[in-house]
């Protein structure tokens, strides 16, 4: 940064600050906009070294509205990265899922209603790779006894075959060959503007909808005549019951096959079978439907396998941002030196740290760029994601990637710096006093505890840049949630090292004896 840019920097600090002094009120003055006549505010600003490197998240939240089927190669680790999903349906609550038994005309051998025709339909709004390349993916029932539970937490390297039903292991029930270009239903996943969305369709053994129509039957039977808090039988009153009475789910996976990945938005299992319906008076059968939907509100569950990941991780010449690989930077703030010298009490008013984005040195089609990143400390990453928390601009920070300058910039995560630097006084204070037992510490004793609560708390200092996904409230611009991204992007970032830092900008603000006054 040039000197007149940190001149101007320095002067819009010294305007913020003292308009936020000039609102103060102080006992002493009595009066407003006035600091005591023997106190002065300075202002200084220092830049200090950062250093990163990447490292590898092995515990990626997988619980998203979008699922991820498909098998690519990846030019960066000249690996494969697969990826496969489950996925539960859901039940809303008081809706009629099928018309009256007698109206079905659709009947099996016993005189039952049955279906006609099964099929499950994943709907994708994205794809990577060729569009004409062909994939078999195989779909396996899910084990009614061991279901995927809602208060559980899954990863990207959960093993979701373990989910499935006992003797199906290596038998699915459905195969189906799909390309990202849907000829048939749909459209070019390319043709944005496109009303129509591509879809895999598979059908499905016809035992599958059977047994639901059987299930809800019973329900009809077992609660006649009572209302719904007095109902025996729950299995349609609720997405739980039905999870784990009438139908666990599917696991989807690909069995054949390289070169495209899809982004599968919606999935719907179809019940399709004939009916009598009243119309202008004439009673005449026809088709009919009854469809059961995956929502958030259950689980979708994407289960990815990446290979040759180590060759990234260890890269000097840069640091990787790579999903849905988990691949993410790593970086050691310089809080020493933040508070290092005369700056020890200063206070802090603003912390910007830039990092850079290498080009792409390939052509052809790529990977796309993160679009957000989250910063937040090391220790705090998968409680993060676990607990659904949103950034609060004190421990954890958003930003997204400016394409005009190619970085990411973090305009001030002072409030973090500062929490770092008071978590560990804290802490030093506490052992002195709880464990050692002494009251009142020298300067040389506290130097001491410090040293070595810093040797038994090596990630103390430490940040993860994580790319995420980012949902907004549409009228309040409100963020509700922030998720792990599991999209195939990957971003290369300068490197912080000894012989070339990444250069963080600290401003302080300190309140002083001004002098020549009493």
Same mark, same amino acid.
């Given at each position: *940064?040039?000197?007149?840019?940190?001149?101007?920097?320095?002067?819009?600090?010294?305007?913020?600050?003292?308009? #936020?002094? #000039?609102?103060?009120?102080?006992?002493?003055?009595?009066?407003?906009?006035?600091? @005591?006549?023997?106190?002065?505010?300075?202002?200084?600003?220092?830049?200090?070294?950062?250093?990163?490197?990447?490292?590898?998240?092995?515990?990626?939240?997988?619980?998203?509205?979008?699922?991820?089927?498909?098998?690519?190669?990846? @030019?960066?680790?000249?690996? &494969?990265?697969?990826?496969?999903?489950?996925?539960?349906?859901?039940?809303?609550?008081?809706?009629?899922?099928?018309?009256?038994?007698?109206?079905?005309?659709?009947?099996?051998?016993?005189?039952?209603?049955?279906?006609?025709?099964?099929?499950?339909?994943?709907?994708?709004?994205?794809?990577?790779?060729?569009?004409?390349?062909?994939?078999?993916?195989?779909?396996?029932?899910?084990?009614?006894?061991?279901?995927?539970?809602?208060?559980?937490?899954?990863?990207?390297?959960?093993?979701?075959?373990?989910?499935?039903?006992?003797?199906?292991?290596?038998?699915?029930?459905?195969?189906?060959?799909?390309?990202?270009?849907? &000829?048939?239903?749909?459209?070019?996943?390319?043709?944005?503007?496109?009303?129509?969305?591509?879809?895999?369709?598979?059908?499905?053994?016809?035992?599958?909808?059977?047994?639901? *129509?059987?299930?809800?039957?019973?329900?009809?039977?077992?609660?006649?005549? $009572?209302?719904?808090?007095?109902?025996?039988? !729950?299995?349609?009153?609720?997405?739980?019951?039905?999870?784990?009475?009438?139908? @666990?789910?599917?696991?989807?996976?690909?069995?054949?096959?390289?070169?495209?990945?899809?982004?599968?938005?919606?999935?719907?299992?179809?019940?399709?079978?004939?009916?009598? !319906? $009243?119309?202008? +008076?004439?009673?005449?059968?026809? @088709? +009919?439907? /009854?469809?059961?939907?995956?929502?958030?509100?259950?689980?979708?569950?994407?289960?990815?396998?990446?290979?040759?990941?180590?060759?990234?991780?260890?890269?000097?010449?840069?640091?990787?941002?790579?999903?849905?690989?988990?691949?993410? /930077?790593?970086?050691? $703030?310089?809080?020493?030196?933040?508070?290092?010298?005369?700056?020890?009490?200063? +206070?802090?008013?603003?912390?910007?740290?830039?990092? /850079?984005?290498?080009?792409?040195?390939?052509?052809? %089609?790529?990977?796309?760029?993160?679009?957000?990143?989250?910063?937040?400390?090391?220790? %705090?990453?998968?409680?993060?994601?676990?607990?659904?928390?949103?950034?609060?601009?004190?421990?954890?920070?958003?930003?997204?990637?400016?394409?005009?300058?190619?970085?990411?910039?973090?305009?001030?995560?002072?409030?973090?710096?500062?929490?770092?630097?008071?978590?560990?006084?804290?802490?030093?204070?506490?052992?002195?006093?709880?464990?050692?037992?002494?009251?009142?510490?020298?300067?040389?004793?506290?130097?001491?505890?410090?040293?070595?609560?810093?040797?038994?708390?090596?990630?103390?200092?430490?940040?993860?840049?994580?790319?995420?996904?980012?949902?907004?409230? /549409?009228?309040?611009?409100?963020?509700?949630?922030?998720? !792990?991204?599991?999209?195939?992007?990957?971003?290369?970032?300068?490197?912080?090292?000894?012989?070339?830092?990444?250069?963080?900008?600290?401003?302080?603000?300190?309140?002083?004896?001004?002098?020549?006054?009493?």
């Amino acid at each position: *940064m040039n000197k007149s840019n940190i001149l101007s920097r320095l002067g819009s600090i010294v305007v913020a600050v003292s308009m #936020a002094f #000039a609102i103060s009120c102080t006992e002493d003055t009595g009066m407003i906009g006035v600091p @005591p006549s023997n106190e002065s505010l300075e202002t200084s600003m220092a830049v200090w070294n950062v250093y990163t490197r990447s490292v590898l998240i092995d515990s990626i939240k997988a619980h998203s509205s979008s699922s991820y089927l498909g098998s690519i190669y990846d @030019p960066e680790t000249n690996g &494969r990265l697969t990826g496969n999903f489950v996925t539960q349906f859901a039940i809303m609550e008081d809706i009629k899922y099928f018309p009256h038994q007698d109206s079905i005309t659709s009947r099996n051998a016993q005189g039952r209603p049955c279906c006609d025709s099964v099929m499950l339909q994943l709907n994708f709004d994205s794809y990577y790779g060729d569009v004409n390349t062909p994939m078999k993916l195989a779909i396996y029932p899910l084990d009614m006894n061991n279901p995927l539970c809602e208060d559980s937490t899954y990863y990207t390297n959960t093993d979701l075959r373990k989910y499935i039903r006992p003797g199906y292991e290596n038998k699915p029930i459905a195969t189906k060959v799909f390309t990202a270009w849907d &000829r048939i239903h749909g459209s070019d996943p390319s043709n944005a503007s496109s009303n129509n969305y591509p879809s895999i369709r598979i059908p499905m053994p016809l035992s599958e909808g059977n047994a639901i *129509m059987d299930k809800y039957w019973e329900y009809l039977e077992d609660n006649k005549g $009572l209302s719904a808090d007095k109902h025996v039988n !729950h299995n349609f009153d609720d997405s739980y019951h039905f999870i784990r009475n009438v139908l @666990p789910g599917y696991y989807a996976e690909i069995i054949n096959g390289e070169g495209v990945m899809v982004r599968v938005f919606v999935d719907a299992l179809y019940l399709i079978y004939n009916a009598r !319906h $009243l119309t202008d +008076s004439i009673v005449e059968d026809v @088709p +009919s439907y /009854t469809v059961f939907a995956g929502t958030p509100e259950v689980i979708q569950s994407c289960q990815f396998s990446q290979s040759d990941i180590a060759d990234l991780v260890n890269d000097e010449s840069c640091t990787w941002l790579k999903t849905p690989a988990g691949l993410c /930077t790593e970086l050691t $703030l310089p809080i020493d030196d933040i508070f290092s010298g005369t700056h020890k009490n200063d +206070s802090i008013s603003r912390v910007q740290l830039m990092l /850079t984005r290498y080009n792409k040195e390939q052509t052809g %089609d790529q990977f796309g760029i993160p679009q957000n990143l989250l910063l937040l400390r090391k220790a %705090d990453v998968k409680a993060y994601f676990d607990n659904k928390r949103t950034p609060d601009e004190s421990t954890s920070f958003l930003t997204a990637f400016q394409k005009a300058y190619n970085t990411y910039t973090f305009e001030n995560i002072g409030q973090l710096v500062t929490f770092i630097q008071k978590e560990r006084e804290n802490a030093v204070s506490t052992y002195i006093k709880d464990v050692l037992k002494i009251e009142n510490p020298t300067e040389a004793q506290i130097a001491e505890e410090t040293r070595e609560w810093t040797k038994r708390n090596p990630d103390w200092d430490k940040c993860c840049l994580v790319p995420v996904e980012v949902a907004q409230n /549409t009228s309040t611009g409100t963020i509700t949630s922030v998720s !792990h991204d599991l999209s195939l992007t990957s971003a290369r970032l300068v490197r912080g090292t000894t012989d070339n830092p990444i250069r963080i900008q600290v401003y302080y603000t300190r309140v002083s004896s001004a002098s020549g006054n009493e």
